[in-house]
């Protein structure tokens, strides 16, 4: 099937992925004056009294904002929010599909972060969260962070974060395979946007130690000029033997690479300069950095792509349905770095160590177990962390 041809085919009969649909049926006028007037105004009156009845008498307590600027769309690079609206949609569809949370898209025409910081933040009462999408680095982070300050309901850049998370969770189980610790390997990570500097603050949080990134020019460390503020902050807290050279260099000795950059830039000698064992993560999407088959050649042992006609997909569905239907089980405020966490372990621990192999290091995206169990583990850690509200 030619997927592109077929996709534009239907979208043009769907005329959109989602709808409004009530809850409630309207059939009387007895039905009219209990979901409208006059007998909407008491549960108006209660939530005067207290917002926080907002999510007890409204759908607030389970919809996501779904929102973009347009800017890095799906690596289609800066198309515009309209044209990034497809994409919005799907992402709430995969929302109700995979975590039974409803989700609303929101395109905003505009590249200038306090702009829309404050468009989300006048209209963050009518959503339990917010999911931020498809926006590029380095402006993602500041608004992320700028939002998160004025808001009381999570912030969450699933280009980040999710990433980061099925990364992290599929990390874990290949040091299994090739018998490896984290303590102890060198994690070359290739890429310095939005995905790979979460990736590396998820692994240092988790207790790596050697991690290397690198942008289009070469290895990042403190002191190397015309880094921004988010990578000089990296590059202080990672390449702890100040390596300089490009990708191909710092691959010297590694035992992980991990691509969130651009297809091709790993070849077979790269992968040959690595150690034995070695765990090569290729996400660029739709090429990979390296073709499996070409990775395996160079002596990988096991090979993750973000491709889904490969073993072991780097998907984000298998992470941010689940990680907001936990945080909106418990009403929190925020995703921290603990909820992330457990999100990652959660999935780890889905593969059982029979089914642990090469070939086998994440659940797949259709697993039904996924959401329930990443759910479970984010409202847990959600009250450990002191950020649940319910």
């Known amino acids: 099937m030619d997927y592109r041809k077929e996709s534009l085919r239907l979208h043009g009969e769907w005329k959109g992925k989602i709808e409004v649909t009530p809850t409630v049926e309207v059939r009387s006028n007895e039905d009219l004056a209990l979901a409208y007037t006059p007998g909407v105004a008491e549960p108006c009156l209660e939530i005067q009294k207290d917002v926080d009845n907002s999510y007890l008498y409204t759908r607030r307590h389970n919809l996501c904002l779904v929102v973009t600027d347009g800017s890095a769309v799906l690596g289609l690079g800066d198309i515009g929010p309209e044209a990034g609206m497809p994409v919005m949609e799907g992402k709430c569809v995969l929302f109700k599909a995979f975590g ?28 339990g969260g917010i999911n931020l999408e498809d926006i590029s680095a380095p402006r993602c982070f500041e608004i992320e962070e700028k939002l998160q300050e004025q808001v009381d309901i999570p912030v969450f850049h699933d280009d980040q974060h999710g990433t980061a998370i099925i990364t992290l969770a599929g990390l874990l189980n290949a040091l299994k395979v090739v018998n490896k610790k984290k303590e102890t390997v060198k994690v070359v990570i290739s890429g310095a946007g939005a995905a790979a500097l979460s990736i590396a603050d998820l692994l240092l949080a988790e207790g790596f130690t050697d991690l290397v990134l690198c942008d289009s020019k070469g290895a990042m460390y403190d002191g190397r000029k015309g880094l921004n503020l988010y990578k000089q902050a990296m590059a202080e807290r990672t390449n702890r033997q100040r390596l300089q050279g490009s990708l191909f260099d710092v691959l010297e000795g590694a035992d992980v690479f991990i691509g969130v950059s651009a297809p091709g830039i790993l070849t077979r000698d790269g992968v040959r300069r690595m150690n034995p064992g070695a765990v090569v993560f290729a996400c660029a999407n ?39 239907r936990g945080a909106f089980d418990v009403r929190a405020s925020r995703i921290n770095q603990e909820m992330k966490l457990a999100a990652a372990y959660a999935l780890a621990g889905l593969v059982s160590p029979e089914e642990l192999s090469s070939e086998r290091i994440i659940p797949e995206a259709f697993d039904p177990r996924v959401g329930k169990a990443v759910a479970a583990a984010v409202a847990e850690a959600a009250r450990a962390s002191g950020v649940a509200r319910i």
């Not at 989700?103 to 933040?121: K, M, Q, W, Y």
């Not at 090979?303 to 889904?308: K, P, Q």
């Open 286 to 324: 739709p090429v990979p950095e390296i073709d499996p088959q070409e990775a395996r050649a160079g002596g990988a042992v096991v090979v993750a792509t973000g491709r889904s006609d490969y073993p072991n997909q780097i998907n984000n569905v298998l992470a941010f349905p689940g990680v907001f």
């Open 100 to 127: 039974d949370v409803d989700a609303f898209p929101l395109c905003i025409r505009s590249h200038n972060v306090d702009r829309i910081v404050e468009t989300i933040a006048l209209i963050a009462g009518s959503f």
